[in-house]
T-cell receptor, first 114, second 114 residues
Framework: DAGVTQSPTHLIKTRGQQVTLRCSPKSGHDTVSWYQQALGQGPQFIFQYYEEEERQRGNFPDRFSGHQFPNYSSELNVNALLLGDSALYLC?????????????FGPGTRLTVL | DQQVKQNSPSLSVQEGRISILNCDYTNSMFDYFLWYKKYPAEGPTFLIS?????DKNEDGRFTVFLNKSAKHLSLHIVPSQPGDSAVYFC?????????????FGKGTHLIIQP
């Protein structure tokens, strides 16, 4: 039973570029959430997708956008990268509809912006 | 404005003794609380959760206590084992409001001494 998988593992970009991160949820899960974890901090909620729609959003600018596909996998896109976007990006999946369900995390994608 | 606070960045405990990790929150809308454990280069792993209608939940060596009036929860690990050495995150959400994006604390690094 595959858990949550994320790609790529590491990524280096320069300021102003755009990046796409990918996530495949745990088998049987249909809800995907994305989090940003800066060094020394806890994960911060970016947004959640269910039924291919953004259902909830944290305090992140519009430069952060996402998508969920019919197979429940998801992408996180970040435009106009800033140095402060350097972080570990975590994807978590759960069984919808959203509310009261344990979230399973992937290993994350380490993004470095130079 | 940190809504979930873990005021101890690190905690050292002898093997076999009790580990107590503390967490405080400020948002009275939070009604579901979770503890996650994280090893380096891995995503957070769910440990145990508690709903606001309860004041205690137990699962093997792990017990979570919730004091709603004090907006405080704690995780007890008895007995502590070397494999428990990890970073522990406290998280909370407003499940009743349909918002299960998690708000995390900064984490406590637990070190179990042999």
């Amino acid at each position: 039973d595959a858990g949550v998988t994320q790609s790529p593992t590491h990524l280096i970009k320069t300021r102003g570029q755009q990046v796409t991160l990918r996530c495949s949820p745990k088998s049987g899960h249909d809800t995907v959430s994305w989090y940003q974890q800066a060094l020394g901090q806890g994960p911060q909620f970016i947004f959640q997708y269910y039924e291919e729609e953004e259902r909830q959003r944290g305090n992140f600018p519009d430069r952060f956008s996402g998508h969920q596909f019919p197979n429940y996998s998801s992408e996180l896109n970040v435009n106009a990268l800033l140095l402060g976007d350097s972080a570990l990006y975590l994807c978590a999946s759960s069984l919808g509809p959203p509310g009261g369900n344990e979230q399973f995390f992937g290993p994350g994608t380490r993004l470095t912006v130079l | 404005d940190q809504q979930v606070k873990q005021n101890s960045p690190s905690l050292s405990v002898q093997e076999g003794r009790i580990s107590i990790l503390n967490c405080d929150y400020t948002n009275s809308m939070f009604d579901y609380f979770l503890w996650y454990k994280k090893y380096p280069a891995e995503g957070p792993t769910f440990l145990i959760s508690i709903s606001s209608i309860k004041d205690k939940n137990e699962d093997g060596r792990f017990t979570v206590f919730l004091n709603k009036s004090a907006k405080h929860l704690s995780l007890h690990i008895v007995p502590s084992q070397p494999g428990d050495s990890a970073v522990y995150f406290c998280a909370a959400s407003d499940e009743g409001g349909g918002a299960d994006g998690l708000t995390f604390g900064k984490g406590t690094h637990l070190i179990i001494q042999p």
